[in-house]
């Protein structure tokens, strides 16, 4: 079903007084008004993935530009901040800067772009106001690392012992190969070996 034909009931009411809700009532809906939002956001709560993402109630700053088009509202513009996560080779930190470009349109309830089949796809103002948390989370989503690493050199763990490589450049391990382990076990030590044996043969 159509977005713009759901029940008023299924739909929840915006809070305009919420730091992703932006109010649109300024530009009006005369194409090509414009108004400039700037703003610092505590993140919103799994903003990101599960190796990676941007910790809950850390400062995103928008920089945005709503544009009044003759479907909607057109946001663009970029969001900041810092994501945090686990490297997947060493396991250790990885903390970065994250800069994610935004560019969604709004549509006015009832009216969709000429070409547009699937109407589910979008996304509609409501009462003149835009939950803008949706779109931010799928553009941060899609910027982060898929397989995040502390640095791109990382040598990961040891596989025996599971130690960090890069603490130590020099870490190894002896090794012994396995077509000679089997005769580590009959090779004679000192004091045991055959020729003590036949030296007790000939004292007897």
């Given at each position: 079903m159509p977005r713009s034909s759901q029940s008023q009931e299924h739909i929840i009411r915006l809070d305009p007084r919420s730091p992703t809700v932006l109010d649109t009532r300024e530009i009006g809906r005369r194409p090509g008004t414009m108004r400039r939002v700037q703003r610092t956001i505590?993140?919103?709560v799994d903003l990101g993935?599960?190796?990676i993402g941007v910790p809950e109630g850390t400062d995103l700053e928008l920089d945005l530009r709503l544009e009044a088009v003759m479907e909607g509202v057109l946001v663009s513009g970029t969001?900041?901040?810092r994501a945090t996560g686990e490297c997947v080779r060493c396991l250790g930190d990885v903390d970065q800067e994250i800069e994610v470009d935004l560019q969604e349109l709004y549509v006015y309830p009832g009216r969709s772009p000429e070409g547009s089949d699937d109407e589910d796809e979008l996304r509609e103002l409501q009462d003149d106001l835009?939950?803008?948390e949706p779109a931010l989370r799928d553009a941060v989503v899609l910027a982060l690392p898929f397989q995040p690493v502390c640095r791109e050199d990382c040598p990961g763990l040891c596989s025996e012992c599971g130690a960090r490589l890069a603490d130590d450049p020099d870490h190894h391990h002896e090794s012994v190969d396995p077509r000679w382990a089997a005769l580590q076990g009959?090779?004679?030590t000192p004091g045991t070996g055959s020729d003590d044996v036949h030296d007790d043969q000939k004292e007897s």
């Open positions: 505590a993140a919103p993935t599960d190796v969001a900041r901040g835009i939950d803008l009959i090779v004679p």
